[in-house]
């Protein structure tokens, strides 16, 4: 018998997601979760050693500690892609704005949104950044998080989003939170007459400073009527990858300007949002494997009534990844599972389909298919168990916590 | 010094809802939480003793248990007046099955929905329709809900109407488990080409077997095109009402059938759903003061981009509550929270607007308003320690559960 430090045995449905090679899967495949009933995973050294039948596993390895699934679901951790975890402050008064009637786009004109966050960071201490960040990190973790990527972007100065990738590095001791410089998040106060400075600023100071202290795997931007346009994201994109980080797009939200072409152009680690994602967009992250990122948390958040096409997308064989995109604006919430439920109500996607999503798919946004998403031998040990016996309750059944035990590199978090 | 069972002190907003009267509040007033910051409640032999600053109670009371609320948010247990809470078993397929274009319509026209249910509901045991009502019951007080209103109506048959409602009496021990009878839910299988055979089954045997047997309070039906029509329901909310089971009406969910004003003629307890209400429904409403009970989790859950007019129901004076809709085909959470959240964003409704409805005037709504819904001396000590120091972020942040402490009847809750 070979040791193992911690075996899972019993699960009702082992989700394993396994297609035979680690990275994400398009079309009819995203409903196959590759599902072993009774199924058992057995972890060492952090990793995943052997996924199998339960009887199998039991025969073939002796482990220090067991967890007994008892019938229940068990599956990978959630990879969130697209989170803005480090802010200074919630912005509750904004939402209660948004509850009178007052858009998004109005608030944000009127100097709240971003610039109302940039604007409290200035004043931001270190320990409460962290604080805050870590609590809502502790709290995806409990809700099924294990990996998630955070971006900067409420800094909009040198100074200020060194210190939020700062706290990003605090986060993150296995490479679990994924850091992206997103200083092109807005044009601050002091720019708003002198874009194009600002965005010299951003290539000229910002990445190189970003880059010099490898605080980033990815540079973000916020292309958008009003904020970047495609040209300006175009240059500040191709800047962040000469110095090594990897261009992630935040695209066509609001308006279709061309964002998801511009990723495809620049080979993006992904393109996000896409509610006006055009024809051409759609064809152009098909043909190049980009994946898409859709956020049905923050159309919800913001009252919208049009949504992502993501049924399309994935009938057209784009690559489809789901996140929270958590922050005080416009989605604050920091759990996957609503995510999922959302994702089958504004898309149209099944919750198979919506699981694929926020774990495999999910890992290539942020290039970590190599190491998570997936229960696979090889890859970390970061499993959830659920208090169901179906996969579908967890999308279905909402408004609920339904992890029962969170496995994070292969040690059980209480 | 008097001596109380408990203190729970130090709350940094206190929300009393104490409107110097026990019942609900329309118009301006429900933006208006009487907040007493730095608060505290004493509480004896389960009910609410004294209300006021803590320095003030911790002067005049001795306790023999005290909560540290530490700053943050204390307010009374959300009241769910609107909740199918006893069911044979989940409904995930049918939910799949939405989730690929089919709508719910279609699916209950097929013989899935309610119908589904019912015939389940002819084979499911006590045990297992007790055990399952019980942990959503359990599940929803941890997320704050003290007290709910449970209707039958998956029977549709007068054996299993009278078993549900004698598992939801099982359930209710002090009175915080309201009992409905909704025979008038559907019409079966069986009465598909007599349904006046089933509405004379409803005022015939029904409703004098389950008042004689003294299992509900009120009497609702499901109003609506193509199940039954404003005359069948005044027949049987009439037939009800003689036999003391006040009038519930599910109105004016899909299409405008005049179900609202039917409310009010009737003088009903409530009339829910109104997603399709007419201006004379308004105003019967707001003329009668008969609650809307508006289920934003419902629309959510089926997808519709269409909502009650929350925001003008509010205006124009209704007594507007708020309910889960719990039922396994188009709302599955018990959790009141995400209810605030969505109605903040479907009606726009402030986060204080969205909790008066939730406690105070959902109170009125199963006409247990001098019970509970506020922190006024004499009720029953129903409230919650969250764990948030704004109120407004209980609707804000969304997706987690607030509620740090639950003291129920007096009692904290393990």
Known sequence: MEGVDLLVRGAGELLTLDHGRPGPVTGEAMRDLRIVPGGAVAVRDGRIRAVGPTAELEARFEARETVDAAGRVVMPGFVDPHTHLVFPATRQGEFEMRCLGKSYEEIARAGG???????????ARREDLLDRARRLRRSALRHGTTTLEAKSGYGLATEPEILSLEVIAALDDRGDVVPTFLGAHEVPDEYRDDREGYVRLVVEEMIPAVAARGLARFCDVFCEEGVFSVEQSRRILRAGREAGLAPKLHADELHPLGGAELA???????????????????????????????????????????????????????????????????????NMQFILTAACLAYGMTPAEAITAATLNAARAVRLDDEVGSLVPGKRADLLVLDVDDHRLLAYHHGVNHVARVIHHGEIVE
Chains 1, 2 share one sequence.
């Open 113 to 123: 949104g971003i610039r109302n966050s940039a604007r409290r960071m200035r004043e």
């Open 264 to 334: 495809a152009e620049l080979g993006a680690a992904s393109a996000d949002h896409l509610v006006r994602i055009s024809d051409a967009g759609i064809a152009a992250l098909a043909a190049t494997g980009v994946p898409a990122v859709l956020l049905p948390g923050t159309s919800f958040f913001l009252g919208m009534k049009d949504f992502a096409p993501g049924r399309r997308l994935i009938d057209e064989g784009v690559v489809v990844a789901l996140a929270t995109d958590l922050n005080p604006g416009s989605s604050m919430t920091e």
